[in-house]
């Protein structure tokens, strides 16, 4: 069965001796929770993959303690460096040019020369890496195509029986993943909206950044370069509709009782419906990321619900990274085109 530990010493030695041994560990970040093995041992990073389900195409990310981590691995040229500086510990992944094509098993990086790298916003989980002395693979802690886990719960949902251990030190405050730019390329471009913006991104390095996923992108890219986000993603086993908050008066005329709203609370007051079938999502783009997968793992599990519906943001910001999550989870599906 699946150990849950405390986010203190005695714990994090004991997590870090499981890894060292080749055991599997999810761990906390402030975005969302992640399945950590030794990124250096090609068969612990593959019970990764087992245990998420996830395609040995879809590459991880290699969450390191701090900057220094990164040097054995890839080359850092001068924006990496600027990068790191500006934004780690923090929610911004950084794709570089690996200094060789031996430096990392091939299951980790899906057999490119390049590999993301990752310093989350957690003392816990910096510590754990500094103990195990390697960095860690780092996929979310779902099962593939799930919501991104943000709480030890959620991982335990998904994951009780199929990894060793799980280190609980409360909720994510991010709640959606890191932002992901490409640097392994002369001009850097967003492979995922994050936290950190392609605008905060281009004014450290002084470079224009591509943002394919942005509604002003001024190229329309062809296949996702980040292999994870051509697959359904963050999906519930219900449906999840988007809605506009302009159309609130049609979405309520049409509401019955298996159906659930997702949305600020303010706009909830409207919809006037009991606690079991709505989730507020605060009151601002910074609390409705942060609610956003717990909202749709909620609902996918309980009885009785057979709809999910979720407001939409303006796509900025961190409303343009948790437009980008829920559109997947949607998959199309929006309530002024039904
Ligand atoms: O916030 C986060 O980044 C979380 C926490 C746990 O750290 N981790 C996370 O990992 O979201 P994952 O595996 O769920 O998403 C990683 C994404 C995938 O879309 C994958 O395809 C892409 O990063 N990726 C990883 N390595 C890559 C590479 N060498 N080239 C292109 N894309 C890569
Ligand atoms: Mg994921």
Do not use: C
């Not at 329309?220 to 999906?235: E, F, I, L, T």
């Not at 709809?307 to 829920?326: C, D, H, P, T």
Request: proline fraction near 7%.
């Amino acid at each position: 069965m699946t150990d849950v530990l405390k986010a203190n010493d005695k714990d994090l030695d004991k997590a870090a001796g499981i890894l060292a041994a080749g055991g599997v560990v999810a761990f906390p970040t402030e975005t969302v929770y992640g399945i950590g093995a030794d990124a250096t041992n090609a068969s612990a990073v593959d019970k990764v993959f087992a245990a998420k389900n996830r395609p040995h195409d879809n590459p991880l990310i290699v969450t390191v303690s701090g900057p220094e981590m990164v040097d054995r691995f890839a080359k850092v040229d001068a924006r990496a460096k600027k990068l790191m500086q500006t934004f780690w510990p923090g929610s911004l992944t950084l794709l570089l040019p690996l200094v060789d094509d031996q430096v990392l098993p091939k299951n980790v990086t899906a057999g490119l020369n390049t590999a993301a790298f990752r310093n989350p916003d957690s003392k816990v989980t910096r510590q754990l890496i500094t103990l195990l002395n390697n960095p860690i693979v780092g996929p979310s802690a779902n099962l593939s195509t799930k919501p991104s886990p943000t709480t030890a719960a959620h991982v335990l949902h998904d994951m009780d029986g199929r990894i060793d251990a799980v280190i609980d030190d409360g909720p994510s405050r991010v709640g959606v993943e890191s932002t992901i730019v490409d640097l392994s390329v002369a001009d850097p471009a967003i492979l995922r909206p994050g936290a950190v913006s392609a605008d905060q991104i281009a004014q450290v390095i002084g470079q224009k950044v591509i943002d394919p996923t942005s509604p002003i992108a001024l190229s329309a890219s062809s296949a996702p370069k980040a292999p994870g986000m051509k697959y359904r993603h963050y999906a519930p086993s219900k449906p999840v509709v988007i809605f506009d908050p302009l159309d609130k008066q049609e979405l309520k005329d049409r509401l019955n009782e298996t159906d659930a709203v997702v949305a600020y609370e303010q706009l909830l007051y409207f919809f006037g419906l009991p606690a079991y079938n709505s989730w507020s999502l605060g009151a601002t783009p910074q609390t409705a990321a942060e609610e956003l997968f717990s909202a749709l793992r909620a609902f996918d599990d309980r009885q009785g619900i057979e709809r999910i519906f979720v407001q939409s943001l303006a796509k900025k910001g961190i409303g343009e990274a948790y437009m980008n999550r829920l559109e997947k989870s949607a998959g199309g599906q929006h309530l002024s085109i039904q």
